[in-house]
T-cell receptor, first 110, second 112 residues
């Protein structure tokens, strides 16, 4: 089973809202990732968690706040986003080197 | 900092082999080549990866040139469900972790 789940599938939020994206995997993977994908572009890495600790932050603005409460769960907290943050947000996990992606959350910021 | 170049689009007839090329002339000796595909609005799906040798699995074959500067992904019998964007990726060591450097992708259209 190589399933990564993400909720919600779609999210519409205003610039003053606070919302969270959720990612879950039960494959025992110890590394988890957040990516952002704009239309017709490849995914871009945002954050890497390894053993529940933030290992890499690709200079992401502080209005995006990741959290890894346990080894199976990864959250992305959103606050005061801008319309240009509208994108597909992808979560991935890996045991060793191959990353498995979830279906993504389509975020629209009004 | 893309390390791969791919044609933006390709067509293939259903039932024929689809050969997707990728150039990665600046790849280092310990960096792997990965292929993922993304069907519209879904998450990328892992296909195959390799370092030097040719690789085959139930989905595809990966042919890497001897100088490792280019590779070809082969879908032996393309179906309509193989219509997707195919990403050629170099996996690099980054801050002690593995980072996928995506190319711009090839949009493959399989037609009847």
């Amino acid at each position: 089973d190589t399933e990564v789940t993400q909720t919600p599938k779609h999210l519409v939020m205003g610039m003053t809202n606070k919302k969270s994206l959720k990612c879950e995997q039960h494959m025992g993977h110890r590394a988890m990732y957040w990516y952002k994908q704009k239309a017709k572009k490849p995914p871009e890495l945002m954050f890497v968690y390894s053993y529940e600790k933030l290992s890499i932050n690709e200079s992401v603005p502080s209005r995006f706040s990741p959290e890894c409460p346990n080894s199976s769960l990864l959250n992305l907290h959103l606050h005061a986003l801008q319309p240009e943050d509208s994108a597909l947000y992808l979560c991935a996990s890996s045991l060793s080197v191959t990353q498995y992606f979830g279906p993504g959350t389509r975020l629209t910021v009004l | 900092d893309a390390k791969t170049t791919q044609p933006p689009s390709m067509d293939c007839a259903e039932g024929r082999a689809a050969n997707l090329p990728c150039n990665h002339s600046t790849i280092s000796g310990n960096e792997y080549v990965y292929w993922y595909r993304q069907i519209h609005s879904q998450g990328p799906q892992y296909i195959i990866h390799g370092l030097k040798n040719n690789e085959t699995n139930e989905m595809a074959s990966l042919i890497i040139t001897e100088d490792r500067k280019s590779s070809t992904l082969i879908l032996p019998h393309a179906t309509l469900r193989d219509t997707a964007v195919y990403y050629c990726i170099v996996r690099v060591l980054y801050g002690g972790y593995n980072k996928l450097i995506f190319g711009a992708g090839t949009r493959l259209a399989v037609h009847p």
